[in-house]
């Protein structure tokens, strides 16, 4: 098994970011329409799904932690996601660890995936508006 890990600054709060992570109609705005839902218990399920359909994505499980606003962590382990939220003056430092990747392959996909849901996120909490990507890029994320 192996792990990828993400970090980014976003010019936001702890209190922002957590809520865009955990927030359905916020997560559709920045993760190519998949709305994550949960009530963000430790035991509860996590439900990954696009608007457009009822399928689910194989990423949600349950909430492992809920600590707001510092760390929130859910999966099917050992397949799992952790998001650490540290505080810097105006500046959030965000840290996500996907584990449980099969191989160099599963880090690959991870890269992708995480790079393009992260720097929307980023780009939506710093201007109010996720980033315009070209339809071949959103296209390998339907």
Not at 22 to 47: A, H, I, K, M
Request: aromatic content about 10%; hydrophobic content about 35%.
């Amino acid at each position: 098994m192996s792990t990828f890990t993400y970090v980014t600054y976003i010019a936001s709060t702890r209190d922002k970011v957590w809520t865009a992570l955990t927030n359905p109609e916020f997560t559709r705005q920045y993760w190519n329409g998949r709305l994550v839902e949960s009530d963000w218990q430790v035991g509860s399920p996590v439900v990954v799904r696009h608007d457009y359909d009822e399928e689910t994505d194989s990423l949600g499980g349950t909430v492992l932690v809920a600590d707001r606003p510092v760390r929130l962590s859910y999966g099917v382990p050992p397949n799992t996601v952790t998001f650490e939220l540290v505080q810097h003056n105006e500046v959030v430092k965000l840290t996500v660890t996907h584990e449980g990747l099969d191989g160099e392959a599963g880090v690959q996909a991870a890269s992708g995936g995480w790079s393009f849901i992260l720097s929307n996120l980023k780009t939506l909490l710093e201007s109010g508006e996720p980033l315009r990507m070209p339809e071949k890029v959103l296209a390998a994320y339907r």
